[in-house]
T-cell receptor, first 113, second 113 residues
């Protein structure tokens, strides 16, 4: 089985500053990794995913993440955040032959002017 | 692309009343379908998943049940709601061409009073 740990529950950040959200996973098999964003009272929207190939993955809204197999990490970054990036962010993992995604507990990002 | 319709958006129900939440999917056939619950301040908990009509797997023993009467319809039910059933319920669909990522519905906010 796979599991995900998001190391920060809350991340306050000023507008136009960079942000990094940390995600570590555990798995005994090859994995697929995802980052989702959830705005208040909405469903989850896929930001980006890693399936294979290049370890640097670019997603929507200027986000990117880097897969590090040796450190079992998949950290999410954005070089300059906007007020509209205020949301909750979830890291998720599934085994390569698994039907199910396992989610982290989420990181709440609050962007202040 | 896939679209998930979930309703109602919000629901307030008394303790002991029945529950029926419906989820329908467009733009795909024979999808894997999932029900997640998100309690306040917590991550996403997988409740049920289905790989086909009439096929339901339960992840967590609880007061809820799920059914899949049609290929693109997934229903979450309860005969008698408990206070602990309050939360944000999300339906999700996995499409093969999304690289195993999920598409989420907009969610139902259930408050049991």
């Amino acid at each position: 089985a796979q599991s995900v740990t998001q190391l920060d529950s809350q991340v306050p950040v000023f507008e136009e500053a960079p942000v990094e959200l940390r995600c570590n996973y555990s798995s005994s098999v090859s994995v697929y990794l995802f980052w989702y964003v959830q705005y208040p009272n909405q469903g989850l929207q896929l930001l980006l995913k890693y399936l294979s190939g290049s370890t640097l993955v670019k997603g929507i809204n200027g986000f990117e993440a880097e897969f590090n197999k040796s450190q079992t990490s998949f950290h999410l970054r954005k070089p300059s955040v906007h007020i509209s990036d205020t949301a909750e962010y979830f890291c998720a993992v599934s085994g390569s032959n698994d039907y199910k995604l396992s989610f982290g507990a989420g990181t709440t990002v609050t962007v202040r002017a | 692309s896939q679209t998930i319709h979930q309703w109602p958006a919000t629901l307030v129900q008394p303790v002991g009343s029945p529950l029926s939440l419906e989820c329908t999917v467009e733009g795909t056939s024979n999808p894997n379908l999932y029900w997640y619950r998100q309690a306040a301040g917590r991550g996403l908990q997988l409740l049920f998943y289905s790989v086909g009509i009439g096929q339901i797997s339960s992840e967590v023993p609880q007061n809820l049940s799920a059914s899949r009467p049609q290929d693109r319809q997934f229903i979450l039910s309860s005969k008698k709601l408990l206070l602990s059933d309050s939360g944000f319920y999300l339906c999700a669909c996995r499409g093969l061409w999304e690289g195993y990522g999920y598409t989420f519905g907009s969610g139902t906010r259930l408050t049991v009073v």
